[in-house]
């Protein structure tokens, strides 16, 4: 029988791993083997920051919103209370570019609200 060594497609699958290691420090990027261990480790550690980004990011809207409402005298909690009350649809995204870029247009939300 006819040893197969499996040539052209272990050097693809090699290659194709290493592709991934760009960047790492020491032997990660260059050795297949701890290459293999290191890319099988970010890339658990990229899912699950993947999801803790929105977590954190929604963290930082509700400060600024938080921040902007203090300023004109009602808590956070009971702004977006009144915002659902009132029926207007804005998401704390919208509400922290506003309260960054255009605070005039938040304190007139803040001001129906507050009614």
Known sequence: MVRVKKGKSARKHRKHVLKYTKGFRWGRKSKYKL???AVKHAWKWSFRDRKNKKRVFRRLWQTYI????????ISYSRFINGLKKN?????????AQL????????EKIIEMVKK
């Open 66 to 73: 938080n921040a902007a409402c203090r300023k004109q005298g």
């Open 87 to 95: 029926k207007i649809i804005l998401d704390r995204k919208i509400l």
């Open 99 to 106: 309260s960054q870029e255009k605070p005039e247009v938040l």
């Open 35 to 37: 290459a293999k261990d």
